[in-house]
């Protein structure tokens, strides 16, 4: 008897025919949406997560693409992989911006040899200079361009899927003119449609009608980001700058600082909106941004009743699962050898990453690196960010700036894009004392000694559990003072520390470059559950974000000015550092370091070499026991 939770697999089935077959036999259909980590474990445990949510029977999966092509070869790996030895039908995603069409060209082979037949063609986000964009020499401006030009070169083998924006983009919010190119990338081959993410299910399904007025048929597919805990949910809708009716946020508020119980409710909310849109007649499959996590999809899906909820794994027409790679279509032979794989360590780690709450998370979690992989940098226009945080021309300037995010007066910083949170205030007077004396203060903690996890504050996790923490702070410091601050440091034994600057001189005591737990939780029932942590691979795949959000920065402020000028110099020269006390029953010994340091010259002009102390980026003091990148160097690949 067939499966009836996916549908049958044909040999080369473009996506427009899986979504043409589900609405034919009215039969709803689903796919997920995966991204490169940032770590070769990550990827590696990515192929684990994908292998596992194989069984949940997705129509396809597409896999991103950065902005420029940044994480081109990871992608490209990832979609071959994923036909080849997974047997899972793969769009790859392909932006235009920045890109030569040779590169493009390097891409589509990419794919074709990986017996990839699907593209979603994106025009993606250009580079963030205040000049006006122009496509590089040989490239394409928009998504229109792309499609075109896949089907020129690769005719029908490519089925070519585009996106559409039923509550506009940041940089366009005129719907009649959106519809108006949604109908030239059909019009240029486009088969068919997928959303951004959105929350409001009435607003899409107007949108879907106005669709169809314009005389566009193909199938729509909605983008669905299930909800894992209230600050992803907040930032995720921060960053697409969605509407969200006041139901969801009524439904999620109260139990916000409750894991378990915004994962319960979130599903609940989000199933009710699929199957609004379901019931509505008009889709027939929902395509879900899965962030690389399993549970919360899972538990939408069960919700909606597209997954068997008693874990029985889906039918196969092997003892093995079928490769979709290019010529392997039809293979029907393979060793035994092959037959069976470890499965222990996944099977007991399955749900060890659902409850991303920290700065870090796991590098080792496939959902590590989740805001590179989507190219969240910079928020907003040049215009929008120099009106926000105005044209500071001294350290001063710039360390106001941080006084009032601080105190609540400054909604965002370019390192933080929500307001501070609650928790900062029990060491709110020391931060601002830090960031008037010189020192940018970019994350911080207080310790926490087993309160309860239903805490307003610092709980999280089920109930009747308790939650520790260990003091942290990470902050830039100038090259003044970097000396003086590690010095203190390691003559305290509690406390550990990574410094490093934009060109990857890095220094430790770490013991070790595993990971220390910085915030970790017993509940009933339970292992020790430790979210967040701090290690050398993540610390070094941060820092490269770190550094680009100051430079992109910089880039809102004109080549020549000030502004620019003094941006950039913190970034070629100071260091990034996090200070964690491992002695988690106080808080204050952290701070007792930086007693009777300040920076210098923090009123001169951005141009006076005084705020530097007189270092240039090439003068850096010499550094004792550095070692450069990670892991003797070997990580500026891997991270890059």
Not at 59 to 73: K, L, N, P, Y
């Amino acid at each position: 008897m067939a499966n009836p939770w996916i549908l049958d697999r044909k040999s080369k089935m473009h996506i427009k025919d899986k979504l043409a077959e589900a609405e034919r036999t009215k039969r709803h259909v689903f796919s997920f949406e995966f991204f490169p980590p940032k770590t070769e474990q990550g990827v590696i445990n990515l192929y684990d997560r994908m292998y596992n949510m194989h069984d949940f029977g997705p129509a396809f999966i597409d896999v991103t693409w950065g902005a420029g092509g940044s994480r081109s070869q990871i992608t490209c790996e990832i979609v071959h992989k994923a036909q080849t030895f997974f047997g899972l039908e793969t769009c790859m995603h392909l932006t235009c911006t920045d890109m030569p069409s040779s590169k493009i060209d390097e891409a589509l082979e990419a794919a074709h040899t990986a017996g990839c037949t699907n593209i979603l063609a994106l025009r993606g986000d250009p580079p963030r200079e205040e000049e006006k964009w122009q496509a590089v020499e040989g490239g394409f401006r928009y998504a229109r361009d792309l499609v075109k030009y896949i089907k020129q070169r690769y005719g029908n083998w490519f089925d070519i899927g585009v996106a559409g924006y039923p509550e506009g983009l940041e940089d366009n919010q005129d719907q009649d003119l959106l519809m108006e190119h949604l109908k030239e990338k059909i019009d240029a081959g486009g088969t068919f449609i997928v959303t951004q993410m959105f929350y409001d299910a009435d607003n899409f399904l107007l949108w879907v009608d106005k669709v169809r007025a314009a005389g566009i048929n193909v199938p729509i597919v909605p983008g669905i980001m299930p909800i894992q805990t209230w600050d992803s949910f907040k930032r995720r809708v921060g960053h697409m700058n969605v509407h969200v009716p006041q139901k969801i946020i009524n439904g999620l508020e109260p139990i916000r600082n409750d894991d378990a119980q915004v994962q319960e409710v979130g599903k609940d909310l989000i199933a009710e909106m699929c199957q609004k849109i379901l019931d509505s007649g008009k889709i027939f499959a929902l395509h879900f941004y899965t962030m690389n996590l399993a549970k919360s999809t899972r538990l939408v899906l069960e919700e909606l009743g597209l997954v068997p909820k008693d874990g029985t794994p889906s039918n196969r027409a092997l003892p093995w699962r079928q490769s979709l790679g290019l010529n392997r279509r039809e293979e029907d032979v393979r060793p035994i050898f092959w037959k069976n794989r470890n499965k222990s360590y996944v099977a007991r780690t399955q749900d060890w990453d659902e409850f991303p709450n920290g700065r870090w998370g796991d590098s080792r979690s496939p959902a590590f690196g989740e805001l590179d992989a989507y190219d969240v940098g910079l928020k907003g226009t040049n215009e929008q960010n120099i009106k926000l945080w105005g044209k500071p021309e001294t350290l001063r300037d710039v360390a106001n700036l941080f006084i009032r995010f601080l105190e609540g007066k400054l909604k965002s910083l370019p390192w933080s894009e929500s307001p501070i949170t609650s928790e900062a205030l029990a060491i709110q007077s020391e931060l601002v004392d830090l960031n008037r004396r010189g020192f940018l203060t970019i994350t911080s903690q207080p310790s926490v000694n087993g309160v309860k996890s239903n805490h307003p504050i610092h709980g999280w996790g089920p109930q009747g559990g308790y939650v520790y923490q260990k003091a942290y702070v990470e902050l830039l410091v100038s090259p003044q003072l970097i000396e003086e601050l590690i010095g203190r440091i390691e003559k305290n034994p509690n406390i550990t520390y990574y410094a490093v600057t934009q060109d990857n001189h890095l220094r430790t005591n770490a013991p070790t470059d595993g990971p220390n737990a910085i915030t970790w939780g017993v509940f009933p029932g339970k292992e020790i559950v430790q979210p967040t942590i701090v290690e050398t691979v993540s610390f070094l795949a941060w820092k490269d974000e770190a550094f680009k959000l100051g430079t992109d920065w910089a880039k809102c402020h004109s080549a020549m000015s000030p502004s620019r000028h003094l941006i950039d110099s913190i970034m070629d020269t100071w260091y990034l550092i996090n200070i964690v006390d491992n002695d988690f029953h106080q808080t204050l010994d952290i701070f007792k370091l930086f007693e009777g340091l300040e920076v210098k010259n923090m009123d001169e002009p951005a141009s006076a070499e005084t705020i530097m102390n007189g270092h240039q980026p090439d003068a850096r003091p010499p550094v004792n026991g550095e070692h450069k990148a990670a892991v003797n160097g070997s990580s500026n690949k891997d991270l890059n």
